[in-house]
């Protein structure tokens, strides 16, 4: 079945740095690729996704990459703030009910 | 809107006990979904219910049920818990694509089971 392995598990930066999280899949037959943040306390929310016929895809300060030869994406954000402090999830999906989850990567954002 | 709600949001049980969590959604959503979530591990999916009625298998069942008899609600049983169950336990709903897939989920804040 479809595994999905996140680096780093902890990121650290300051504040304005740029954060980047990889993530890579198994199965070549995942065409759908979420990322949900998840703050202290609160359930996850899906912050951007991308699927498989798009390379690259941005909303303001959050960009997800994808390379599927590869079978890697990763997610940027820009001008961090402390706000964006939360573990982040990346997911994959074949397209059926099953979403697949990285073991998430806690972002500390110091000011 | 509530969203997702689930109760309760803590529990502690002891070995062999039985409970069930509720997760009810207010969005007309026709599929719901539950996770646990371990540290290192993510979200890992438990079942799922693609429509009302219906109720499917995920990624580690064993030693759960669950039901789904309004759209609305979805329940997560534990018949005998043991302490390999202790976890967080989030329910998500979500309006399938219809491309396919599961489209956005919604997750609520989760329920924090401890099994001694």
């Known amino acids: 079945g479809e595994n999905v392995e996140q680096h780093p598990s902890t990121l650290s930066v300051q504040e304005g740095d740029s954060a980047v999280i990889k993530c890579t899949y198994s199965?070549?037959?995942?065409?759908?690729f979420p990322w949900y943040k998840q703050e202290l306390g609160k359930g996850s929310q899906l912050i951007i996704d991308i699927r498989s016929n798009v390379g690259e895809k941005k909303d303001q300060r959050i960009a997800v990459t994808l390379n599927k030869t590869a079978k890697h994406f990763s997610l940027h954000i820009t001008e961090t703030q402390p706000e964006d402090s939360a573990v982040y999830f990346c997911a994959a999906s074949t397209g059926g009910f099953k979403t697949i989850f990285g073991a998430g990567t806690r972002l500390f954002v110091k000011a | 809107n509530a969203g997702v709600t689930q109760t309760p949001k803590f529990q502690v049980l002891k070995t062999g006990q039985s409970m069930t969590l509720q997760c009810a959604q207010d969005?007309?959503?026709?599929?719901m979904y539950w996770y646990r979530q371990d540290p290192g591990m993510g979200l890992r999916l438990i079942y799922y219910?693609?429509?009302?009625?219906?109720?499917d298998k995920g990624e580690v069942p064993d030693g759960y049920n669950v039901s789904r008899l309004k759209k609305q609600n979805f329940l997560l049983g534990l018949e005998s818990a043991a302490p390999s169950q202790t976890s967080v336990y989030f329910c998500?709903?979500?309006?399938?694509?219809?491309?396919?897939?599961?489209?956005?989920?919604?997750f609520g804040e989760g329920s924090r089971l401890t099994v001694l």
């Open positions: 219910s693609a429509s009302e009625g219906t109720t």
């Open positions: 199965d070549s037959a995942s065409n759908y």
């Open positions: 969005m007309n959503h026709n599929s």
């Open positions: 998500a709903s979500s309006y399938p694509r219809v491309s396919g897939g599961t489209g956005e989920l919604f």
